[in-house]
């Protein structure tokens, strides 16, 4: 059942253009967001976020469209834009205390487990953090509210690979209680443990939005990889 | 919405802002332009919104459950609310002038202008003129803030200066009244000031809202 659907999205910039980029999320499934650094990946969670303003197209959440809904759209959801890069200063659990004002579904014990799981020391500041940890709050803000779905811009870059392990197993419990889960990743071996869908976005244009194993069928040759299938597809796309 | 103000002075909030309220005790230094104290508080909110650049707020906040336009509200909001702790200041020492220090021979022979209503009422054109200036001009980026207040600085040192020198002008004598005279002028002008106030803000708030909502982020 999709609760997140994208429709027609476009965005002209100077020097990128986001092209009528159409996709849906579903209901207890994880989606990979894959594509080159500059493909639109970004600029689509954004504008997802309504944190960038499309030309044109819609989003919607819960059969919500989020233009007129954003407030409680955003209660319902969960996001990371990458690390934790506000009030460098502040102590993780004063940043804690004034965000979850803001959620009536705010889940204390769910917020004191990932602060465990992620071993994030609440009274240090994001200036004392690495970047790995950095990310690691900004997925405890995004994940203690009861969210049913997801949002997550490359949430796995600069984590160690065991801690990577634990955030993907973190997010297939999630989908088992039913969270839609949208991440970009680098990391395709990553979507190879536990994306249930691709979305594979190429100089602004959707190439591939499909289950995984279909992805590969019809992307892939026989025995590639999806980095494999990555690197490929962009070689042929960059020699025409 | 309340959420908002919560979030302002807990986290965005410099320091500076609340400190600089007690430029408001300034209404009582005798020989002194008093309407710099209102220009002063001004002062110490420009540091919240350096902060609060510093510090990437914006993108913090745009990211809360909360439409955009309540995080420009949540901001104004702040700002009024460190403005009339500042007035209410005012206005006690401005009473303290008009009443048991009236007499005063510091105060009686003085050349600039003197603690009345009309004073406060050119304390709240100082405010309107910040909020309309400088707030309204910073979300014309959501980023840059210097050039909206060096605008603020030039337009409410004009203010100081028009306010200093009318009641030298023939005839406006009477703006520079002391204790409860001519209380019906005072009175007038206090209130004209706190309406252009509240004008300048709610047109400058509902500016920005409609321009914040524009920004990509």
């Not at chain 1, 790995?132 to 870059?157: F, Q, R, W, Y």
């Not at chain 2, 207040?149 to 002008?169: Q, R, T, Y």
């Not at chain 2, 002028?185 to 809202?209: D, G, H, N, P, Y």
Request: hydrophobic share 45%; charged share 20%.
């Amino acid at each position: 059942m999709s609760i997140v659907e994208v429709r027609g999205l476009c965005k002209k910039y100077p020097e990128f253009t986001l092209d009528n980029v159409s996709f849906s999320l579903d209901k207890g499934r994880i989606t990979g967001f894959i594509g080159r650094n500059g493909a639109g990946k970004t600029t689509t969670i954004k504008s997802m976020l309504n944190l960038v303003h499309p030309d044109a197209g819609e989003v919607s959440y819960f059969g919500m469209p989020l233009a007129g809904n954003e407030a409680e759209i955003k209660t319902r959801i969960g996001y990371s834009t990458g690390t934790l890069n506000y009030y460098p200063r502040k102590k993780l659990k004063d940043l804690i205390a004034v965000t979850k004002l803001f959620y009536p579904n705010w889940d204390e014990d769910a917020a004191r487990e990932y602060a465990e799981l992620f071993k994030l020391d609440l009274n240090k500041t994001p200036l004392e953090l690495s970047e790995g940890m950095k990310v690691k709050c900004n997925l405890l803000l995004a994940m203690s509210h009861g969210a049913e779905v997801l949002i997550l811009d490359e949430p796995t870059s600069g984590l160690d690979p065991f801690s990577r392990d634990e955030l993907l197993d973190v997010f297939l419990q999630l989908r088992d209680h039913g969270v839609a889960i949208l991440y970009s990743t680098h990391i395709t071996s990553d979507l190879e443990k536990c994306a249930d869908d691709i979305l594979y976005i190429r100089n602004g244009k959707i190439v591939s939005s499909a289950e995984r194993g279909r992805f590969i069928e019809t992307m892939g040759q026989p025995g590639e990889t999806l980095e494999e299938i990555m690197l490929r597809s962009e070689r042929e796309a960059r020699n025409g | 919405m309340g959420n908002m103000l919560k979030k302002e002075m807990k986290l965005s909030a410099s320091i500076l802002s609340y400190l600089f309220i007690a430029f408001g005790f300034m209404t009582l230094i005798p020989g002194y332009p008093i309407l710099c104290g209102a220009f002063f508080t001004t002062l110490g909110l420009f540091q919240t919104f350096q902060s609060m650049r510093e510090n990437n707020d914006t993108v913090y906040s745009a990211l809360l459950p909360v439409p955009k336009r309540d995080v420009v509200r949540g901001r104004y909001a702040f700002v009024v609310f460190i403005e009339m702790c500042s007035f209410a200041i005012m206005a006690v020492m401005t009473l303290l002038r008009m009443t048991v220090l009236s007499g005063s021979t510091v105060y009686r022979v003085n050349a600039l202008m003197n603690a009345n209503l009309v004073f406060l009422g050119f304390a709240l054109l100082i405010f309107g003129c910040f909020n309309s200036v400088f707030v309204g001009g910073f979300y014309k980026t959501a980023y840059s803030f210097g050039k909206p207040f060096v605008s603020h600085i030039i337009a409410a040192f004009v203010i100081i200066f028009i306010a200093e020198a009318l009641h030298h002008v023939p005839g406006l004598e009477a703006l520079n009244a002391f204790g409860f005279d001519h209380i019906g002028l005072q009175l007038i002008i206090l209130l004209a000031c706190a309406a252009a106030f509240a004008v300048l803000t709610v047109l400058s708030m509902k500016r920005a809202e409609r321009n914040f909502e524009r920004i990509d982020l």
